[in-house]
């Protein structure tokens, strides 16, 4: 079993290490302002998890978080840097919300359609990138930001225009055939927003593993990402791997946008780009691009989103702090050399007293 | 219309400058081998540091006030971007990883001092007047578009861009750091310490940075509030639409200034109301897209961008 060999252990404790380092550099904070760390961080994790209408809402947080930590990941094991997931979820999301509004299907149909519209038109959004990368050899850090605005813009007349709310700043909000929540699954975590669009991340979990891992088109993807030239020489077409990639992670974050504005939230907000975008990068540094590892980094994420509302109405600790607790693992994941030239050490330091 | 572009250009002009700093701390970077797509945190920062400073001095010293924020926001900047170097230089992390982490720390971090500070997370201060330079600006055509109603920073600015050509291009720490983003070991067998070069260069680029930020600040925006509106990306966008050159930069940041100003002001202008804002709004990401399309086969990144310094590699 892979997970059990040395190196994944040595991996594994190096994670918890830089996840550890962060929340001391944030309870380091805390102490610094002035409040108490032992009462942020159990505040902060109660409000996340105490109760059964908590982990729900944990759970609806997540949600989106898993969909762009996988579009940043399968882009990353291409060796692409998808910074566009935010525009791909207001694409994804716009179009479903769209069909939601206007369609007037039963209900499984109507979801089916939306989801379908997301994943298409997040997937065509970011393919469109993937192929001014193969075919025209343009950075797709800059097609992906230009993606962005364009996709920000288009939706910021588009809203107003065709689906206008009561609200300048939303759309009209979707009815309840269109929303990702159900009654018997709000019902089972007391009312929290918890929505199916954790059973669909889930989902996109199981397949981007099994894609990844049990695929020609995965082993082509990975191929690409780790030598461009090796793998066009055993035969890979490395352009059609990169349309595909990035097809792929538009499709997810589009996706994750649908989660976002038909599940966590009931409209489409204009103006303001969905942060889940970045921080689905951060999620999936934190994973190591692995699937599983986008799951488990994005429930944590969600803890602490979730989380701090809760920590913030209770002590004077601003909300900012999880963030700042997220970036800080980011970077200690980033300087982990230094944490394992740490490990080695006591490591031997241990060996040798024997 | 000329009319027109006379009245648009100094808002253009305030809109670029930013911009430009900011991407001319982006090339001393990459040009040096080191990706910073820290930028923007770095510019957050320089934004929050000029925010503090200011709103601290301002009542006591007035409008000088303003300068010690340009300065405190550089020294942030630039101690800020340490991270970055260290990480990226010292312990040869992944340059991108490390780079988003400084954008997501900036973001937090100052938000949450700032809450901390004042009880809110923003800050106002009251930013630089805009003036005429004497005689320049009754100079024909260009006096108008150039000289009048401008700020002081712009010329500060466009001081440090025409200084950093000279030293990119005309000295030999230039030449080590140019050579750095192309071929450190060569640099390194010469004699020539390639870390200590990159840590200069990353340390540069977090001073402009800072700097970019805290004039958003003091010209047109007026208020910390965690945010730069990406305009630390769209600077990494113009450094690699200008294709990693000075004077590539210059125009693209231009561009980028007198397009996305067009479509703020299409509204007031009657030539433009026809078109429809969505157009306007896009046209300079979708022009952008487009010179890319055209150009980019031919462009080339420093070779040595992106990688750690391994002196035993060929």
């Known amino acids: 079993m892979p997970i059990f060999d040395r190196r994944s252990r040595k991996e594994a404790l190096l994670l918890v290490l830089t996840i550890l380092a962060g929340l001391a550099a944030g309870a380091v904070l805390m102490l610094l302002t002035g409040n108490d760390p032992a009462a942020g961080y159990g505040y902060l994790f109660r409000g996340g998890l105490m109760s059964l209408e908590r982990a729900g809402n944990t759970l609806a947080t997540a949600a989106p978080l898993i969909f762009t930590g996988l579009s940043v990941a399968v882009a990353f094991k291409t060796g692409l840097f998808n910074i566009g997931a935010a525009g791909q979820m207001l694409i994804g999301g716009f179009c479903a919300v769209a069909v939601g509004l206007t369609a007037d299907f039963p209900r499984p149909l109507l979801l089916a359609a939306m989801t379908a519209a997301a994943a298409v038109s997040g997937g065509v959004w970011a393919a469109a990138a993937g192929w001014f990368k193969a075919r025209f050899n343009v950075h797709e850090v800059v097609s992906t930001i230009m993606l962005n605005w364009i996709a920000y813009w288009l939706v910021y007349y588009l809203v107003p225009a065709y689906f206008k709310g009561p609200f300048a700043t939303e759309s009209r909000n979707i009815p309840a055939a269109a929303s990702l929540r159900t009654d018997w699954l709000s019902g089972l975590f007391d009312g929290s927003y918890i929505n199916l669009g954790i059973f669909l991340a889930i989902a996109a979990v199981l397949l981007c593993a099994f894609l990844l891992q049990r695929t020609t088109l995965g082993f082509a993807l990975k191929a690409v990402g780790f030598n461009r030239l090796a793998a066009e020489y055993a035969g890979i077409d490395a352009g059609r791997s990169i349309v595909a990639a990035m097809a792929l992670a538009g499709a997810l974050a589009g996706l994750g946008g649908m989660t976002l504005y038909c599940g966590y939230a009931a409209s489409l907000q204009i103006g303001v780009l969905p942060s889940q975008g970045i921080d689905g990068i951060a999620v999936a540094l934190l994973a190591s691009n692995s699937p599983w590892g986008v799951l488990a980094a994005a429930l944590f994420f969600g803890v602490l989103y979730s989380g701090k509302g809760f920590m913030n109405a209770m002590t004077s600790i601003p909300p900012e702090i999880a963030d700042t607790i997220i970036a800080t693992i980011i970077y200690f994941a980033a300087t982990s050399a230094l944490m394992e030239k740490g490990v080695d050490k006591v490591v031997k330091r241990l060996k040798g007293g024997v | ?314």
């Not at chain 2, 030293?167 to 390639?194: K, M």
């Not at chain 2, 990494?236 to 210059?250: D, E, R, S, T, V």
């Not at chain 2, 202008?269 to 399309?293: H, W």
Request: hydrophobic residues 55%; aromatic residues 12%.
């Open chain 2, 1 to 314: 219309m000329w009319e027109l572009v006379e009245r648009i250009s100094p808002y253009a002009v305030a809109f670029t400058v930013p911009l430009l700093i900011t991407a001319t701390g982006g090339l001393y970077s990459e040009r040096s081998g080191v990706i910073n797509i820290g930028l923007e945190g770095l510019m957050v920062v320089g934004s929050f540091a000029a925010a503090l400073t200011i709103a601290a001095l301002q009542p006591v010293m007035g409008g000088e006030a303003l300068w010690l924020g340009l300065l405190a926001a550089v020294a942030a900047g630039a101690l800020f971007s340490l991270l970055h170097a260290f990480a990226s230089v010292s312990l040869h992390a992944n340059q991108v990883i490390s780079g988003t982490a400084i954008n997501m720390i900036a973001g937090a971090l100052t938000v949450f001092i700032a809450r901390n500070v004042t009880g809110s997370g923003n800050i106002q201060v009251s930013p630089f007047a805009r003036f005429d330079i004497p005689g320049l600006s009754d100079f024909p055509v260009v006096g108008k578009l150039l000289f009048a109603n401008t700020y002081p920073t712009t010329w500060l600015c466009l001081l440090i861009f025409a200084a950093a050509y000279f030293v990119l291009y005309r000295t030999v720490f230039g030449l080590r750091l140019r050579a750095c983003g192309e071929h450190p070991q060569a640099v390194a067998s010469a004699g020539v310490d390639v870390g200590r070069i990159r840590y200069a260069a990353v340390v540069i680029s977090g001073a402009c940075a800072g700097l970019g930020g805290a004039i958003v600040l003091t010209t047109f925006s007026g208020e910390f509030n965690g945010t730069v509106f990406g305009l630390g990306f769209l600077a990494l966008a113009a450094l690699i639409f200008g294709q990693w050159k000075p004077l590539g930069i210059l125009g693209a940041t231009f561009f980028f200034g007198f397009a996305s100003t067009v479509a703020t002001s299409a509204q007031a202008i009657p030539a433009l109301a026809y078109i429809p804002g969505v157009a306007l709004k896009t046209f300079p990401y979708v022009l952008t897209l487009l010179v890319l399309v055209v150009f980019s086969k031919t462009t080339r990144p420093p070779r040595a961008s992106g990688e750690p310094f391994e002196p035993g590699k060929r």
